[in-house]
């Protein structure tokens, strides 16, 4: 398989109550299998919730910050890091280099911002009905307007 990055968006998306921001990052097989012929996307999600509730710090980014310049490189791997609870980066090897992106939440203890960072590939897109609420909504709002497995 050979992954291409075709877009990077920044996102806001009201999810099941809450509104969530940050990257999704879209890449094309562009050599699919018979078995892909349906949806040759895969979409790699890097969200925070972003709704303030007080005085704590929290949000996402890129490095570098010019990711649109990754657009067109070819995706080599990609890796999740948990650092904590708080901290977690999306790191993608590709032809032009590596990216980062990240979501954290500096807060006290009591103002907590979940942090969403998850893969679509065909299989997940292939069967719509996801176990989670949360994840159904992702495919219907932001996934499924890039008209994949329509």
């Known amino acids: 398989m050979t992954l291409l990055i075709k877009d990077i968006t920044e996102i806001e998306e009201n999810i099941c109550g809450t509104i969530y921001a940050g990257f999704l990052i879209e890449a094309e097989n562009i050599y699919r299998t018979q078995r892909e012929k349906y949806c040759n996307k895969i979409y790699y999600i890097c969200f925070v919730d972003n709704e303030q509730q007080c005085c704590e710090d929290f949000g996402y980014l890129s ?3 010019d990711y649109k310049s990754f657009i067109g490189a070819q995706i080599y791997s990609y890796e999740v890091i948990y650092l904590n609870i708080d901290e977690q980066k999306l ?3 590709t032809s032009k280099g590596d ?3 990240s979501a954290y939440n500096n807060h006290n203890g009591y103002y907590y911002h979940k942090i969403i960072i998850q893969k679509f590939d065909y299989e997940k897109l292939i069967d719509k009905n996801f176990k989670c609420e949360f994840y159904n ?3 219907d709002k932001i996934l499924k307007r ?3 497995n329509e």
């Open 63 to 65: 490095t570098p910050d």
């Open 99 to 101: 990216i980062q992106f």
């Open 146 to 148: 890039n008209n994949c």
């Open 91 to 93: 790191n993608i090897k």
């Open 137 to 139: 909504e992702i495919y």
